[in-house]
């Protein structure tokens, strides 16, 4: 029995406890602007509706070997590992590093701040590129996507990413978007009013005499 789902977070982003059971590779699908404590959401096919917001030390990973424009980054991989010794408040409480990535020829080596005054090499492996049929897709997180759509258009794309899916899940994960866009779609119930076939408590009843 594999125990990876039972501890995986819920959470509305990818954290270092997904990667407890190993390093993960992962495909960018999109880059879109985050908040201003967290910049940057890198929108990963493995992981729908749970994006990966990066350090800042991922960000100069990322910017160093790719370059700075985020809309080439779609469709490249990189294999992501928890991080045990990074620290938070003085506090090791884990984090998410970059092991490789491709799109780069060679080895890169650069020197990043871990502390203030204090750098530690960070060593990224080129990662071939890899078909896109070898893309494993987390179905938890694809039905939480499909659960927190507002809008028929993002409930449209969650459509055409699950043709990835095995054939089980696909049918299992488009069944909960058609169920998904039927409830976009019901009207909501005015305020006031009683459901349809209750009886007004003013009026009798089919048992009751009028007066």
């Known amino acids: ?99 490789h990535l491709s799109h780069i020829d060679k080895r890169l080596t650069l020197a990043l701040t871990v502390t203030r005054g204090r750098r530690t090499p960070h060593v990224v492996e080129p990662l071939p590129d890899a078909p896109r049929s070898d893309v494993t897709v987390d179905v938890d997180s694809f039905i939480a996507a499909i659960d927190a759509a507002k809008t028929k258009d993002v409930l449209t794309d969650l459509w055409h990413q699950s043709s990835s899916l095995p054939e089980a899940d696909k049918k299992r994960t488009r069944a909960r978007i058609t169920a998904r866009v039927a409830d976009l779609e019901a009207p909501e119930p005015e305020l006031g009013l009683e459901p349809a076939g209750t009886p007004d408590p003013e009026l009798p009843t089919e048992t009751e005499d009028a007066p």
Do not use: C
Not at 45 to 61: A, D, M
């Open 1 to 99: 029995m594999d125990l990876t789902e039972s501890i995986a977070p819920k959470s509305d982003q990818l954290n270092a406890e997904d990667l407890l059971s190993g390093p993960r590779t992962v495909q960018i699908e999109s880059v879109t602007k985050g908040s201003a404590e967290q910049p940057v959401n890198i929108h990963l096919v493995e992981f729908p509706g749970r994006p990966f917001r990066p350090s800042k030390t991922v960000r100069r990973i990322l910017v160093s070997a790719w370059g700075p424009d985020a809309s080439t980054y779609v469709g490249r991989r990189m294999s992501l590992y928890r991080d045990a010794s990074v620290r938070f408040g003085g506090q090791e409480v884990g984090g998410i590093r970059v092991s």
